[in-house]
C-alpha cells in the first residue's frame, strides 16, 4: 500500500472571495499581528472592484476616508490617501475638485492593496463552475445541515 498524504490544513479563518471585505479583513489581521492562520482564496486573478461599473467619470459616491482602513487605523499604509501618495496620483486628486474618488481610482486602490504580501490563493473552479456559501444566524440553519457533526444549532 503507498502512503497517504494528508494535505488538509487547518486555518482559524478562511475566507472565500478576496473582495473589499474580506481583504479589509486580512489586513486587519495583518495589522494586529493576530495570533491566528488566516487564508483566502478567490477565483479572479487579482482582486477587484465591481469591474462591470467602471463607467467613465463616475464616482463611487463615498467618502473617502470610508475605505479599507481609515476608520479602524487611519496611519495604516494600506489607507486610499497612501495609495494615492505611493502611485504619484495624490496632488492629481486634490486638484480635481471632486469630492469622492471616481471608480477606476478606487477598482486601482482595492488591486493595489489586494497584491500586497497577504495569505491568498488564486483559484480556478475548474470541476464543477460552482461554490456554495451559505450564511445563516443562529437558529435559521436548514434542516439538510443540522445532521452535519459540529454544526451549531
Known sequence: MGSCYDDRRHYDVLGIGFGPSNLALAIALKEA???????????APDSVWQPGMLLIASDIQNNP????VT?????????????LFESGRLYDFLNLGILYPLRKDYSKYIQWAG???????????????????????????????????????
Do not use: C, Q
Not at 71 to 83: E, V
Open 115 to 153: 497584491r500586497t504580501s497577504l495569505n491568498v490563493s488564486r483559484i480556478k473552479l475548474a470541476r464543477t463552475g460552482y461554490l456554495t456559501i451559505g450564511m445563516a444566524t443562529a437558529g435559521e440553519w436548514p434542516r439538510t445541515m443540522v445532521s452535519i457533526p459540529h454544526m451549531p444549532l
Open 71 to 83: 476608520p479602524r487605523n487611519p496611519k495604516s499604509h494600506y489607507t486610499f490617501t497612501n495609495y
Open 33 to 43: 499581528e493576530a495570533p491566528i492562520t488566516a487564508h483566502f482564496i478567490d477565483a
Open 65 to 68: 476616508l470610508r475605505d479599507l
